[in-house]
């Protein structure tokens, strides 16, 4: 590329050194499997890569070299990898008999390819390819990427690192950057001599150079995918501790220790759990966890094998800022991609069509572990929340099958969404369900123990539970995992007969934009029905339109006992109105499963909303914390969507205050030494939503805590600071919204700063929102914060903020990743409920997206599109509601 021409002959010598030969053992070498989707041509296969990486972090470039072994399958002239914004400078091939031929290049930006052009027939065969090259360090993550940060001392610093997933090695590497072609990996770095480097592999030598570097070689890899490899450098430091055979770490800016301890133990803790349920040990001799600043639009953290990446507000525990809550998803996520060190990392999904092997896998395994180890968080809910998301995706014509069709880097990257992660999640608990847990473990060990250092597909899961013995699993697999949608089940008759209820389910399909359509011609499921009224439950599988059960007893009649199944249920008038009077009775997690369940059918008008607001009302006010949460976050959306009608609002603050003040007042503004763990996740929805609503007690206290931290900046609990300010800044004056501004910019702490400076976008007065997103283009929040602060103008202003973005569109782009820029703009705009914003949206994506690359835009306008027509109805309906109570 053009920026790199005037680097000197002496930097490209740099990178001049002695590779090993590195060659992959025997039983390592990968084949070509010509059934697997590609964007290469199916003429070679690497075997080895031996990589050598000189960065220049104060430059923003890295120079580069590789020499990859490889096997030539099918006779061809050239050979052709992926590489994207590298400036390759010389290529040579070495045959068998060690004969030099040099090569030309020639590039393809679109295509992100090298074609490496030798002037003969390469006859099949092993060669040697060495190539040199120079490449950019980015500052959003993708490839090699820089992030800036202040350490304890507030001296200004930057660390690079890399993030692959899910075609970015080519930007480090020319590479046959897919999945399927494995292969071995040795890395060689050159770094600052007081420096941390850090890999996938352990240290293996490193050698100290003149002028203050050191030349870092790490131990060979095992055959892997490309988008695995990871690289970081830094002023790091490391603490450890084994966990059976592994040594786990987490690597973390130099000063930062302590606030790692809690993610370590965690680590640990995992791995063994892991290494008991796969049955397969984790091979690898260490398994770091590495901490980055900042944040992406895209992930949080990534599953590179042996050293996991991910960013600080999600690893480190600082007790100056981080809940409760985010205590517990340090714990969750470390599980999430400590997963993927088996699904994903040691067998791994043949070609993106399959992300969610990986992705739904992880996010089950995230919510089981937690479960078992930590039962009283509650993750039983969370995983009926995670459907709940799911179904908000789901239930709209613009959503795809689990399974689904990629044959571009852009369908790659909008392949991370909702129903690969949360859809994949609960079709797989379904399943699980099904099988019988023993009988699910028993298939997984299976499937590791054949596949593993191998890619799989879809199907292959499926033989490998089945082989455990859960008959017929795969017929309903395929009906959850190839066709998108949601089975709806309708209870159309349910008779007491005998101390039985004899019931006749209906299947159809739910929702939100295609009522009439999917009614009048519905998708088929093979449906696991759970059903009990408070006895025994009984199951079975649905088969075609009419299914009849008997379930014994005669009390409320619950459909998807457990809430493991993945549809809606449509009671009768009658049945819902029994369930509601036996709702404090229900177990939790089926409470939570039911308000939802009931509220979607409201919102989608297949009720009134009066029938699910009565289900909400029923709400004791001893229920389980989390289901207190659901309530009042619910109760709370209708407030909001009443900002034209002061009188409608009244009443629903008035019902939050007294259902929820109590219980706030109950479990206190301040934690409580030894007090339930779920007291203290829902104290900061209690306090933020209450103040939200004008209780004059919440919002004294913040005001108080406000005007204490000028005096003394302990004066807020760290778990409770960021809710406290949220009440501040979404009310903030002038005179607060400086005040916030001026404790971001001296905030030291990265997980500090940046949450700081994301509260400056939720003000709600216009001028103090523009006044964020101006200071969102400047250099001083840095460069992966900014896009969160407009993000957060979005929520309160999603208008403003949506004109902004596509006023300033070169320049925010420059804030995002390349991953996540189709998406970004789509979910700025995705929060309005404005007609104009439609226009806007589809004008922005036929100026500057590809068709396929329109998904988030066109879900976006769904949404939109969804709300404006539903809205009138829902506030009409729940108005009638609170006008008869």
Known sequence: MSQFRSVSAALLAATALTFLAGPALAQDRDTVDTSVPTQLPRTAVPHHYAIQTVPYADRLIHSGSVRISLEVVKATSALVLNAADLDIKTATLYDAANRRIDGQVALDADAQTATFDFGETLAPGDYTLDVTYLGTINTQANGLFALDYKNPAGADKRALFTQFEAPDARRF???????????????????PADQMAVSNMPIATSQDLAGGLKRVSFDTSPIMSSYLLFFGTGEFGRITKMAGDTEVGIVMGKGNEE????ALDAEAEVLNYFNDYFGTPYPLPKLDNVAGPGQSQFFSAMENWGAIFTFERILLNDPAITTESER???????????AHQWFG???????????????????????????????????DIDSVSSREAAMGQDAYATTHPIVQTIRTVEQTNQAFDGITYSKGESVIGMLEDYAGADVWQRGIQAYIAKHQYRNTRTDDLWEAIEGAGAAGLTRIAHDFTLQPGIPLITVNSAQCVAGNTELVLDQSEFSRDRRAETAASPQSWHVPIAASTGGATVKKITDGRETAMTVPGCGPLLINKGQQGYFRTDYQPAQLAALTAAFAGLDPVDQYGLLNNEYSLSLGGYQPMGEALDLYAAIPSDANRKVLGEGLGTIYGLYSMFDDNPAAQAKLGAMIDTTYAPVLDQIGLVPRAGEPV???T????LIAILGAVGSARVNDEAARLFAALASNPDAIDGSLKRTWLSLIARKASAADWDKIHAMAKAATGSVERSSLYQLLGAAEDEALASKTLALALTPEPGATISATMIGSVAGQHPELALDFVLAHLDEVSQLIDKSAQSRAVAGIGSGSD????????????????????????????????????????????????????
């Not at 606030?259 to 809690?262: D, E, F, G, I, V």
């Not at 340090?330 to 400590?338: C, L, M, R």
């Open 834 to 885: 404005q007609e104009a914003t439609i226009a806007k949206l589809e004008a922005y994506a036929a100026e500057h997206l590809e068709p396929g690359a329109r998904k988030p835009v066109e879900q976006a306008i769904a949404g939109i599109r969804s709300r404006l027509a539903d809205r009138p109805r829902i506030k009409s309906e729940t108005l009638s509601w609170l006008n008869a109570r």
């Open 345 to 379: 990392d040691l067998v791994t999904m043949a070609w993106w069509d399959d992300l969610w092997l990986n992705e739904g896998f992880a996010s089950w395994m995230e919510n089981k572990t937690t479960q078992t180890l930590r039962p009283e968080w509650g993750a």
């Open 678 to 680: 779920m007291d203290t």
């Open 173 to 191: 590497v020319p590479s046959w950057d897919e999945p399927d072609y494995k292969a071995t990996f040795d890395l060689t770095a050159t770094v």
């Open 259 to 262: 606030k790692a301890r809690y």
């Open 328 to 338: 517990h998803a340090i714990f969750s996520v470390q599980a999430h991609e400590i």
């Open 682 to 685: 829902l104290r900061p929805t």
